[in-house]
T-cell receptor
Framework: DAKTTQPNSMESNEEEPVHLPCNHS???????IHWYRQLPSQGPEYVIH???SNVNNRMASLAIAEDRKSSTLILHRATLRDAAVYYC?????????????FGKGTRLSVIA | DADVTQTPRNRITKTGKRIMLECSQT?????MYWYRQDPGLGLRLIYY???????NKGEISDGYSVSRQAQAKFSLSLESAIPNQTALYFC???????????FGSGTRLTVV
């Protein structure tokens, strides 16, 4: 799976939108962009994934650049419960037989 | 009940002791995984299993063994625990596509 680059940490004020960036300049045409997050003292949880078009679900939105070399996870209104480490991971359509590999992610702090 | 249950949640054991960490899931997934998390190092894969008869080593399998007793159960054993195996251990399952990982809440293991 291609490599991703994320900032080590970010900070946000509560109730404001948060944009978490991910760079993946070597992404291939069949790589999906997945986001997981890990709340304190818990296992990672799936957030969202997409291929080319922007995606929305109840947790977040995923904005994918037109050239697909970067993407942004958007939390529309950060709450204290969103403080977590966010992982951006690329998964090819043929990578089902390859276990998920986690980088260091971005640690998001939310300030009340 | 949680989809992925790990027992025990916390364990302190002595150097040289054999210890087993257990994982059970109700997702009905064939694929199961064991990860280890150390502070600042992210999650690393120990072992994984794609079905009951399949066991594969991950990035850091030395000093560990696993048993896949049934589709729903995947145990991790430390044959002779050592202090540098002190870590947070996570079990996970995934769909056959390799998407949609679900993690347990983790086992915090301390080897003294």
């Amino acid at each position: 799976d291609a490599k991703t680059t994320q900032p080590n940490s970010m900070e946000s004020n509560e109730e404001e939108p948060v944009h978490l960036p991910c760079n993946h300049s070597t992404i291939s045409g069949t790589d999906y962009i997945h986001w997981y997050r890990q709340l304190p003292s818990q296992g990672p949880e799936y957030v969202i994934h997409g291929l080319t078009s922007n995606v929305n679900n109840r947790m977040a939105s995923l904005a994918i650049a037109e050239d697909r070399k970067s993407s942004t996870l958007i939390l529309h209104r950060a709450t204290l419960r969103d403080a977590a480490v966010y992982y951006c991971i690329l998964r090819g359509t043929l990578s089902g037989n390859t276990p998920l590999v986690f980088g260091k992610g971005t640690r998001l702090s939310v300030i009340a | 009940d949680a989809d992925v249950t790990q027992t025990p949640r916390n364990r302190i054991t002595k150097t040289g002791k054999r210890i087993m960490l257990e994982c059970s899931q109700t997702k009905g997934h064939d694929r199961m995984y064991w990860y280890r998390q150390d502070p600042g190092l992210g999650l690393r894969l120990i072992y994984y299993s794609f079905d009951v008869k399949d066991i594969n080593k991950g990035e850091i399998s030395d000093g560990y063994s696993v048993s896949r007793q049934a589709q729903a159960k995947f145990s991790l054993s430390l044959e002779s625990a050592i202090p540098n195996q002190t870590a947070l251990y996570f079990c996970a399952t995934s769909e056959w596509t390799g998407y949609g990982y679900t993690f347990g809440s983790g086992t915090r293991l301390t080897v003294v």
